[in-house]
């Protein structure tokens, strides 16, 4: 019974591994039906403004990679690659909007809302090189444009407790 069930968990870290995006995991031209049969279901489809589909699996709900995958129109991959990136939260700090942000990075970890300020915060946890951090674009409730981006390092990997005794 101990080997069945050693071989059972074994079989499924294998087809979580196999599921998880990395760069090598699509390549251009893949029909939209490799894409699903190499990553799965994507956390959240989307139509592109430019007419295209994309695609986004994220590794989270706290994870620190949202893979996006764009569809030509024709059905083949036109891009692949993983969003969470300084030059993307820099990027939003030019006024983007929040449909332009999700077509750009997916969705977020988590949202929240401040009455007293009319704005609206998403949070992204991402990696810059090897520190931990996290992206928060702040939108104007009324405009839905960004009006501050914050960048900092993620609390629960810069945390210092424990280090002096």
Not at 1 to 22: D, H, Y
Not at 54 to 83: H, L, M, N
């Amino acid at each position: 019974m101990r080997n069945v069930m050693n071989v059972i968990a074994a079989a499924v870290l294998a087809a979580g591994c196999a599921a998880m995006p990395r760069a090598d995991s699509v390549r251009a031209g893949d029909s939209q039906a490799q894409v699903r049969e190499r990553l799965g279901v994507p956390s959240e489809e989307r139509k592109l403004a430019s007419g295209e589909s994309a695609w986004y699996y994220v590794t989270g709900p706290s994870g620190f990679e949202t893979w996006r995958v764009v569809f030509a129109p024709g059905g083949g991959v036109k891009e692949y690659r993983q969003v969470l990136d300084m030059g993307s939260f820099e990027w939003m700090r030019s006024g983007a909007t929040r449909d332009q942000v999700l077509d750009r990075v997916g969705p977020p970890m988590e949202r929240m809302g401040f009455r007293g300020t009319g704005t609206e915060a998403w949070s992204y946890r991402w990696r810059d090189g090897t520190l931990e951090m996290i992206g928060e674009p702040v939108f104007d409730q009324k405009t839905g444009k960004v009006v501050l981006v914050g960048i900092y390092r993620d609390p629960a990997y810069s945390s210092t407790v424990g280090s002096q005794r």
